[in-house]
């Protein structure tokens, strides 16, 4: 077992958590999907891997020491990439969601989160006028 397996996994579900959504968008808005594009996804996924191996290679034979003094985590360029690739991934599964429902996620959660405030100042006020 590799030290970076888990990495590969969590890159590997986002990209297929970022097909099936995709896949689900063009269902929903009665969009063609094309079998050119599941090639496209395999060769990201490809491409993904590969950049994830090559960089824990790089990260253990050269920078580890170095990120070690500094950071005190393992193989921490190879954790950083990954997690710029994941957010990519993680960017355009709310895109797709988004245009699927033609909802905006981020302003549901300021509304939501404005919500809870004000419960949250309901809530107070009662217990202090009790």
Not at 55 to 83: G, P, Q, R
Not at 84 to 112: C, D, P, W, Y
Request: with cysteine; hydrophobic share 50%.
């Amino acid at each position: 077992m590799i030290p970076v397996q888990g990495i590969l996994i969590a890159v590997g579900a986002a990209i297929a958590i970022h097909t099936v959504t995709g896949i689900y968008k063009s269902v929903r808005l009665r969009q063609s999907f094309i079998s050119r594009r599941f090639a496209d996804v395999i060769l990201k996924m490809f491409v993904y891997e590969l950049v994830i191996l090559m960089l824990f290679s790089i990260d253990y034979f050269l920078l580890s020491e170095f990120f070690c003094l500094w950071f005190s985590v393992n193989y921490f360029f190879t954790k950083a990439c990954a997690m710029v690739l994941i957010f990519t991934e993680m960017v355009s599964i709310k895109e797709n969601i988004e245009q699927a429902h033609g909802i905006n996620i981020l302003k549901q959660l300021r509304e939501a989160l404005k919500r809870t405030k004000d419960l949250k100042d309901y809530v107070f006020d009662l217990t202090k006028n009790s």
